[in-house]
C-alpha cells in the first residue's frame, strides 16, 4: 500500500496546526491519549479495509469491516419516488448515519444526499452524498444554492431534524432533543414526501455523562462530539432496526405551522 493513501494523523494536523515551535510544548503522552480518544488506530484501519470506495460503497464496506448489520420495518411504506425526506432520529451520531446510507443506495439504487455539520467534511469519502450545513454562522450564497439543488434532484435526502444526537433527558429517557422545522419547510418548499424512521440503538452511559457535564459547565461548544469514534467501534458486531412510518406528503401539512408538524413527526417516530 502506498504512503499516499487516506489516513488520520492527529500528531501531523496538530503541527500544520500550530507549528513546530508550539508543538514542542504539547507532551507526546497527551497527544497518545488523544489519539486513543478519537480511536486513530481504530479508524485507519476502516480507512485500510474501506478508504478507496466512495459514498455508499463506502459506508458498506465499514459496515461489513465492523461486523454490523440492520433490518428494516414496514419498507412496503415507502413511496414509488426517490423524491423523499427520511427524517430519522439521530441515536449515535455516527453509525446511524453511515447505516441509513447504505439502506437508502440499497433501496433507492442511487447515491443519498445527508444534510451534515460542515465538520464532517473532513470525511472525504463521503463528500459526495454530505451536505454541509453551518451550524455556527450564516449560510454563504454558494451554500445556500447547493441545498436547494440538492432538493430539487431526485436523490433522497436524509435529514436529523434534532441536529445532534441524542441525549439523556430529564427523568432518564434517552432521546432526541426537539426537533428543528427545516425537514417540514423543505419539504413544502420542494414537495417531497416525508419519511419518518426510527433508527434503534443507543450510545454509552459514560458519553451521556460527559454531555451532562458539559451542559452543565455552560460550555456551548459540543465537546462529546470527539467521544463519538468510540461509540462507533463500541459497537461491533451490532444488529440495528430501521423502522419506518407511513409517508407525510406536502399536500398533508399544507397550511400547518412547522414546528407544530416537526414535534408530531417526532412523536410518531418514538412510537414506530
Known sequence: MTDDRLRIDLERVLRSRLGDRRMRWIPRRLIAWLERLICQREMNEVLD????LRGAEFCHAALDHLSVSYTTTAEQRLPDTTRVIIASNHPLGGLDGITLIDWAARRYGCQ???MVNDLLMAITPLAGVFLPINKHGAQSREASEAVDRAFASDRPVIMFPAG?????????????????PTFVNRALRSGRTIVPVRFSGINSPSFYRFARLRQRSG????IEMALLPREVFRHRGSHFEIRIGHPITPESIAGGRPQTIADQIRTTVYTL
Open 49 to 52: 479495509h474501506a478508504g478507496h
Open 112 to 114: 443519498p444526499i445527508v
Open 164 to 180: 445532534l444526537c441524542s441525549r439523556q433527558l430529564p427523568g432518564g429517557t434517552i432521546a432526541d432533543l426537539r426537533w428543528r
Open 219 to 222: 460550555l456551548k461548544l459540543n
